[in-house]
């Protein structure tokens, strides 16, 4: 394995559609994307929504079925993937505020971008269906219908001519509408005694007026999809313009029967902040008026789906880039406990284990010397176990009731505790104790997220010579990778340009601060306090939490540094608030926490530094 | 579009200059260009120093005023900040001093100038009509090696620079040069804003040794990640070069994606970006900016003067 097969993409917005389909292993979501319904596709950044809309397009559907030699899954719609991103969502932004511009170009040079983007997006999926159905050659009865369908095209939207009847034209006659628009802006800016009488027509026109006539003439066109269904794909709504969203979700109950929406969105945040907002009136309803499609992990059942889907990515990767068929679980092994245990423990100490029972458990066996010497080196844990009627020099569970109650809880903290302690005492030890390996682990580290996932792997690969038809990467190897992974992750999330939000006069919060703040609080509680069976691990943001850090929170929701675990709750009038979150599996290591969720503490009491109203001061930076 | 022409020339090449323009910072350098070359400078020449209206007690920020008011400058308050302060000025002074010239040559020395200042300045030159013909002459004074600061700043500042951005379709993907400098992080979290296609610019070792080795270290990170194909050192002194090499990048890159520049490092990098941007239209250059957050650093200068020479 070479260092520049590393690099390949696995972006979906850089991949063609031809890409995209090749690659493609479809997953429990996708088959609920597939639904004849209004879908909002919710998931952070990285978690393979952009793949999911784009594959229900026709050009990805028909290299899909190419490429696997099958039956393509029988969708009901014609899907048009919408595409935006954060160079235009700041773009506009940043023109919202400008001064320079009269009244009307700054109402309606927005809605002009986003109407002009849609159209050529239809254009493109017009051309798709096109040349798939004459298999990509082109004949006299094609050129025909297009000729006739562009002719029509010209008239429904005002198209200026003179103008040849072809989709390209049609394309590069909305392009110079663009151009018009920014030689306007820069005439307003630049020529201070420019006058403009009226803008050009196409500044007013509403988009999905566009789009029903749009598709109404291919079906007048192409019969056979004059009752076609229209699927229009929405990516990233997020950093789509306000109205835009607002719209969208209105729709959801009011639009033409011919027409359905695919939304991507985070999870919960934005459509939340819509929905909320009082001025407006939604109507739309959780399964009466659209499914909604969660791309994370949130609970047991989305992590088995989440492991075959990753076991079977990290497969075909590993068949990519391997002369061999080694697999995933050959280079990373298993994420049993007892393998890093046994690593710590001589067998002198785990003598008795093989004339026992099963149990790591049992008098003797790994669990039984871990307890037994973490209360040997831990005060407090040795007080905890008398105070349960445990005995720290023999401690066994004496029933089922106590092993499931009491030993099966204090394991995860029991490993992680011995671990640091053991390691230097003191807790600041520079040693790795390697509590993170395995294959399993690698998944749960990932939270669903398929970017993190090939990063992650990539990361572990890169860290071997090894060769590659032996490569079996130690527990050790594998937990100072991933370590240092999930470290560069969150200097990453600080170094997010958005990270930064003022949350009082001229202070300042980063995101990275704030999760450091929360992972350190609870690594606090687990490693260094006195032993508790009940640490915590999420965190509710409550009522005395400022706004602005509810809005750095949702920036990690939809980054993917924060959880949101109660995603019951998809429209919610308090946003956030309420909700239980923790931090992203991927930052465990950083803050030496198990993958483990446990129990939850109020957000403001994690930021506040004793009796202190305000959020600790040190946190904040000034300008 | 108007047609730029560019050319690096030595200081001695420089001619009679008609209006300088230069900035009192918290740097030694500030003032370096304007003794130097005050040869070229004579009594008609009007020569404005524009000052930071904040840190305004930094002790060498009022070394550098005092200097500059004892070599005849007109001292000009404003904020690092403010994207219309230059062009404002600009377009006071040539109104009310050149507007009968047919020909004027403008030293800028933005050494010590924010990005939006001199950014500020080119667009002005570029885009107002003031019938005569304006030969710029930038001039950047180059610093002693000075170790990076051990503080992370925040890029607090992200937004395109008015003027050298326009609105695209997001029908393509975004391409993203970086121009790195060895401040630690910044550069790395604009991959992930962006969602882009990552393409790095830095320094090679032809002047400062260790300014590139932080470079290096300080982004290893991100330099490890991003394929050595798209990775670009070039020579500072060499900025025809440079901006050759940045100009035909940003036309290949234009078939397949939408261009965005980031320029984190040396501002003779981000001068280039701007021209190219004004040159090709379609590439955007974006302010990546701790505003003031900005480490002060008194950089001193190494006694060599790198100046550009645009007409337009």
């Given at each position: ?623 | ?227 050595p194909e798209r990775i670009y050192k070039y020579p500072i002194s060499d900025l025809e070069y440079l901006e050759r090499i940045l100009y035909d990048l940003c036309k290949s890159l234009l078939d397949k994606y939408r261009v965005v520049i980031a320029p984190c490092g040396p501002k003779p990098f981000t001068l280039i970006s701007l021209l190219i941007s004004l040159r090709l239209n379609n590439v955007d250059v974006w302010r990546i900016s701790p505003g003031d957050t ?19």
């Amino acid at each position: 394995m070479t260092k520049l097969d590393i690099y390949e993409s696995f972006n979906a917005r850089y991949l063609s559609f031809e890409d995209i389909a090749r690659t493609f292993i479809a997953n429990s979501q996708f088959e609920q994307l597939l639904g004849n319904n209004h879908t909002l596709l919710m998931g952070p950044r990285g978690s393979g929504k952009t793949t999911l809309l784009k594959m229900l397009t026709p050009l990805s559907q028909y290299y899909f079925s190419k490429y696997n030699n099958s039956k393509n899954w029988d969708l009901q719609f014609l899907a048009i993937y919408i595409p935006t991103d954060i160079q235009w969502k700041r773009q506009i932004e940043i023109f919202n505020k400008h001064l320079s511009y009269p009244q009307n170009i700054i109402d309606n040079f927005p809605r002009f971008l986003v109407t002009n983007n849609i159209l050529i997006c239809l254009l493109n999926t017009f051309e798709q269906i096109i040349n798939i159905n004459s298999d990509f050659s082109s004949n006299d009865a094609i050129l025909y219908q297009e000729t006739q369908l562009c002719t029509q095209l010209i008239n429904s939207w005002n198209i200026e001519k003179p103008i040849l009847p072809s989709l390209n034209s049609i394309k590069q006659a909305l392009y110079k509408r663009l151009q018009f628009g920014n030689t306007l802006l820069k005439k307003f800016r630049y020529e201070p005694n420019f006058q403009l009488d009226s803008l050009p027509d196409y500044f007013y026109q509403d988009y999905f007026d566009l789009i029903l006539l749009g598709c109404t003439d291919f079906g007048n066109v192409f019969k056979e999809y004059r009752n076609a269904k229209w699927a229009l794909c929405f990516d990233e709504l997020e950093i789509s313009p306000d109205w835009l969203q607002h719209e969208l979700i209105q729709k959801f109950r009011s639009i033409d029967q011919r027409f359905i929406f695919k939304l991507t969105t985070s999870p919960l945040v934005s459509i939340v902040d819509k929905l909320s907002m009082k001025t407006l009136e939604i109507e739309a309803r959780e399964d009466e008026d659209y499914r909604v499609v969660r791309t994370w992990n949130y609970n047991l059942k989305g992590e088995i789906e989440w492991n075959s889907f990753g076991e079977k990515l990290l497969t075909q990767k590993f068949q990519r880039f391997f002369d061999n068929d080694r697999k995933p679980i050959d280079v990373f092994g298993s994420d049993e406990e007892t393998r890093n245990l046994s690593k710590n423990f001589s067998k002198l100490k785990v003598q008795e284990r093989s004339n026992l029972s099963n149990s790591p458990y049992a008098k003797g066996n790994y669990y039984y010397v871990l307890f037994k010497e973490l209360a040997y080196i831990d005060e407090t844990f040795r007080y905890f176990l008398i105070h349960k009627g445990i005995d720290p020099s023999n401690p066994f569970p004496h029933s089922d009731e106590q092993l499931d109650q009491i030993f099966r809880k204090i394991l995860p903290i029991a490993i992680f505790r011995f671990a640091y302690k053991k390691a230097n005492k003191s807790i600041r030890s520079r040693k790795n104790p390697g509590l993170y390996y395995g294959l399993p682990m690698i998944y749960e580290l990932c939270d669903g997220n398929p970017r993190f996932l090939i990063g992650l792997v990539d990361a572990l690969l890169l860290s071997t010579n090894e060769n590659a038809s032996k490569l079996k990467i130690t527990i050790q190897q594998q937990s100072i990778m991933i370590h240092d992974f999930s470290k560069k992750y969150l200097d990453l999330i600080g170094s997010h340009p958005d990270s930064n939000r003022e949350i009082y006069p001229n202070k300042f919060l980063n995101l990275g601060t704030l999760l450091k703040e929360i992972g350190s609080y609870f690594s606090s509680k687990m490693l260094r306090e006195n032993f508790i069976m009940d640490v915590f691990s999420t965190f509710v943001i409550d009522a005395n939490v400022p706004d602005k850090i509810v809005e750095l929170i949702e920036l990690g929701v939809h980054l993917g540094a924060v959880i949101y675990l109660d995603p019951k709750t998809v429209v919610s009038s308090e946003g956030l608030r309420d909700k239980k979150f923790r931090l992203s599996y991927l930052l465990h290591p950083t803050f030496s926490l198990p993958i483990r969720e446990f129990k939850s503490v109020k957000l403001s009491t994690i930021l506040k530094k004793g009796k202190h109203e305000k959020i600790s001061d040190q946190l904040t930076f000034s300008l | 579009m108007k047609e730029i022409k560019t050319k690096g020339i030595s200081p001695s090449e420089l001619p009679q200059i008609d209006l300088v323009i230069v900035s009192s910072g918290y740097e030694k350098r500030s003032t370096f260009i304007a003794i130097k070359l005050r040869g070229c400078l004579n009594d008609s020449t009007i020569k404005l120093c524009c000052g930071f209206n904040s840190n305004k007690d930094n002790i060498q920020r009022k070394r550098n005023d005092k200097l500059f008011e004892k070599l005849g400058f007109e001292y000009i308050e404003g904020s690092g900040d403010d994207d219309h302060f230059m062009e404002a000025l600009l377009n006071r002074v040539i109104e009310k001093s050149f507007s009968q010239f047919q020909s004027i040559n403008v030293l800028i020395d933005y050494s010590s100038m924010t990005r939006l200042w001199y950014a500020s300045l080119l667009r002005c030159l570029y885009y107002s009509n003031y019938n005569l013909a304006i030969n710029i002459y930038f001039a950047y004074s180059f610093a002693k090696y000075h170790p990076p600061a051990k503080n992370i700043v925040q890029n607090i500042h992200v937004n395109p620079i008015d003027g050298y951005s326009q609105f695209s379709i997001p029908d393509k993907p975004t391409a993203l040069i970086i121009g790195m400098g060895y401040e630690a992080e910044r550069a790395y979290g604009l991959t992930e804003y962006f969602d882009a296609e990552t393409f790095l610019f830095y320094n090679d070792n032809s002047k400062e040794e260790e300014f590139v080795k932080d470079v290096e270290r300080l982004n290893n990170d991100l330099i490890k990640i991003i394929p050595p194909e798209r990775i670009y050192k070039y020579p500072i002194s060499d900025l025809e070069y440079l901006e050759r090499i940045l100009y035909d990048l940003c036309k290949s890159l234009l078939d397949k994606y939408r261009v965005v520049i980031a320029p984190c490092g040396p501002k003779p990098f981000t001068l280039i970006s701007l021209l190219i941007s004004l040159r090709l239209n379609n590439v955007d250059v974006w302010r990546i900016s701790p505003g003031d957050t900005r480490n002060q650093i008194t950089r001193t200068p190494n006694g060599e003067i790198l100046i550009y020479q645009v007409r337009i």
